[in-house]
């Protein structure tokens, strides 16, 4: 069983900045893949953002604007949010797979509101 945390979400206006993180209560070291959904009012939730130990994948709609990373050390992931738009409004799930066909873990969401 994992435990995952999620920290950092707020109201920030078009344009600004968030790093969002997510805290895993084992060591992150050899799991397979974690990565970052988002979930709108209404709409289903969908893949962010992902990163494994050889590849990082993004929504196309993020390209360019968002960055993933991994710190093994503090068994860390986070999500750097640049140039944010209201339609990057969500709450944000953290989400991990030990292995390719393994459970799902989840954390409980952290909510960023983009909105002058």
């Known amino acids: 069983q994992v435990q995952l945390v999620e920290s950092g979400g707020d109201l920030v206006q078009p344009g600004g900045s968030l790093r969002l993180s997510c805290a895993a209560s084992a060591s992150i070291f050899r799991f397979y893949a974690m990565a970052w959904y988002r979930q709108a009012p209404g709409k289903q939730r969908e893949l962010v953002a992902a990163?494994?130990?050889?590849?990082?994948n993004y929504a196309d709609s993020v390209k360019g604007r968002f960055t993933i990373s991994r710190d093994n050390a503090k068994n860390t992931v986070y999500l750097q949010m640049n140039s944010l738009k209201p339609e990057d409004t969500a709450v944000y799930y953290c989400?991990?797979?030990?292995?390719?066909?393994?459970?799902?873990?989840w954390g409980q969401g952290t909510q960023v509101t983009v909105s002058s």
């Open positions: 990163v494994t130990n050889i590849a990082t």
């Open positions: 989400n991990s797979k030990i292995t390719p066909l393994g459970p799902d873990y």
